[in-house]
């Protein structure tokens, strides 16, 4: 069965920092992986993905991503934060059996301090 | 281009009423579509699926049910609701030829009273 952990309900860091989101996966079969933000009582918006090809993934606001199969991770990253960046990051993984069903990671809080 | 619609935005129900969420999507044909439910302070729980007018599959037992009468539209029901069903509900479609992301809807803010 597939699941996804994100390490760390809240992180905080100093706008101009480094952004670090954890996301470890399980799955039997090679994943599809998701990067999702969502901001206070919006829909999910899709920040980038991975399904084949290149490991490193490069998405909206620049964000990006990379898929390391030994360590069965997808984490999120953005080498400076803005106070725009302020959400909730979810991760997730697809079945790839036709139905595209995602297993979600529980969220990450991201807050950016001034 | 595709577009997902959700109504109502909010809605303030007493317990034991019934419910009815409405899901539409546009600009694209025989779509998966998704019901999710997001708890205050907890991620999102995947309620219902369907691939298909009339095919649903439930992901978890509970006070709700769905139903696909076209092929664009996807609809959350319930015939009485409970104070566990708070929350907010979020419709996603996916299967645009190529990819497997999910496209999510505004979301529907459900309070029970």
């Known amino acids: 069965a597939q699941s996804v952990t994100q390490l760390g309900s809240h992180v905080s860091v100093s706008e101009g920092a480094l952004v670090l989101l954890r996301c470890n996966y399980s799955?039997?079969?090679?994943?599809?992986l998701f990067w999702y933000v969502q901001y206070p009582n919006q829909g999910l918006q899709l920040l980038l993905k991975?399904?084949?090809?290149?490991?490193l993934v490069k998405g909206i606001n620049g964000f990006e991503a990379e898929f390391k199969k030994s360590e069965t991770s997808f984490h999120l990253t953005k080498p400076s934060a803005h106070m725009s960046d302020a959400a909730e990051y979810f991760c997730?993984?697809?079945?790839?059996?036709?139905?595209?069903?995602?297993?979600f990671g529980t969220g990450t809080r991201l807050k950016v301090l001034a | 281009s595709q577009t997902i619609h959700q109504w109502p935005a909010t809605l303030v129900q007493p317990v034991g009423s019934p419910l009815s969420l409405e899901c539409t999507v546009e600009?694209?044909?025989?779509?998966?579509l998704y019901w999710y439910r997001q708890a205050a302070g907890r991620g999102l729980q995947l309620l219902f699926y369907?691939?298909?007018?009339?095919?649903i599959s439930s992901e978890v037992p509970q006070n709700l049910s769905a139903s696909r009468p076209q092929d664009r539209q996807f609809i959350l029901s319930s015939k009485k609701l409970l104070l566990s069903d708070s929350g907010f509900y979020l419709c996603?479609?996916?299967?645009?030829?190529?990819?497997?992301?999910?496209?999510f809807g505004p979301g529907t803010r459900l309070t029970v009273t």
């Open positions: 996603a479609w996916s299967g645009l030829a190529g990819t497997y992301e999910q496209y």
């Open positions: 799955s039997s079969v090679p994943p599809y």
């Open positions: 991975y399904t084949t090809g290149a490991t």
């Open positions: 997730a993984v697809s079945d790839i059996s036709g139905t595209y069903k995602y297993i």
């Open positions: 600009g694209t044909s025989n779509p998966n």
């Open positions: 369907s691939v298909g007018i009339g095919q």
